[in-house]
């Protein structure tokens, strides 16, 4: 695809967490369709390859989400037009009464702050252009919980809350938001979550998970729309999965 007949050409994105998995999926679909890519995570080095490898059209800036002033300050150096906060994690699975609380600190200050950080600092420049995509990486762990899950849950139903209110907020801005709400992917969250990889392996043991390229094809489909066509909400599943807590598998 020419960059000359590209949907995403002169328009600027930015995406959170975009070292590996979704993030990183979706910064290569995004310049697939000709926008600028400005890759933002903590892994320099991991952003610096993928920058590489999408040449011209991708920037980095190493940038922790919880940190509100650092993400400030991102945005009042630049202009996006597509913004994607996709940064989180999932740490631990473990019941509420035995739950690691420095866990759950790095859950909420990542998946809510850090999310809210992002739309804070982004808002002023879509609200003055009067248009532009705002994504929020949600989850199905925000509309059904499931055990061991409870904090994460609980970050996740934040973010849905967070679009439900954008939505209000900011009715009349012609700013676009979308919430996508994948269930399971195979990516470094499950590796992140149980620390162990063999563990992380088995969480897709038997069936046929979601790649990052299929959520990030949905979030190049919401932002390529016509202005007036606002996909508000994703909920992706895999086949094989009906809920968070039933999974077909073959074994």
């Known amino acids: 695809m020419s960059s000359s007949s590209s949907p995403l050409t002169s328009r600027r994105a930015l995406i959170t967490g975009a070292s590996a998995g979704i993030g990183a999926a979706t910064a290569r679909a995004l310049a697939e369709r000709g926008a600028h890519v400005t890759l933002t995570a903590r ?21 922790d989400v919880r940190d509100a002033s650092a993400v400030a300050h991102l945005f009042a150096d630049q202009d996006f037009d597509i ?15 035995s ?36 994504v929020l990486l949600g989850s199905v762990a925000g509309r059904q919980v499931y055990p061991g899950g409870n904090v994460y849950n609980a970050t996740k139903h934040a973010v849905k809350a967070i679009y439900d209110a954008l939505r209000l907020d900011e ?8 919430t996508v709400d994948p269930g399971m992917v195979e990516s470094e969250f499950s590796l992140v979550r149980l620390g162990d990889q063999a563990a992380a392996d088995a969480v897709y043991d038997g069936m046929t998970p979601l790649r990052p390229e299929d959520v990030a094809d ?10 007036h066509v606002n996909i508000g909400e994703i909920v992706l599943w895999p086949t094989d999965q009906a809920s968070t807590r039933d999974v077909h598998r073959t074994n």
């Open 43 to 63: 892994r320099a080095e991991r952003l610096e390859a993928l920058a590489a490898e999408l040449g011209g059209n991708a920037s980095i800036a190493t940038v």
């Open 83 to 97: 913004v994607v906060a996709n940064a989180g994690l999932g740490l631990g699975v473990a019941p509420l009464h």
């Open 99 to 134: 739950g690691d609380t420095d866990d759950w600190s790095t859950m909420i200050d990542t998946n809510v702050k850090g999310v809210l950080h992002t739309v804070r600092a982004a808002l002023p420049a879509l609200r003055a252009r009067r248009g532009g995509d705002l």
């Open 171 to 178: 009715v009349g801005s012609g700013i676009r938001f979308t």
């Open 218 to 227: 949905a979030i190049a489909f919401a932002v390529t729309r016509p202005p």
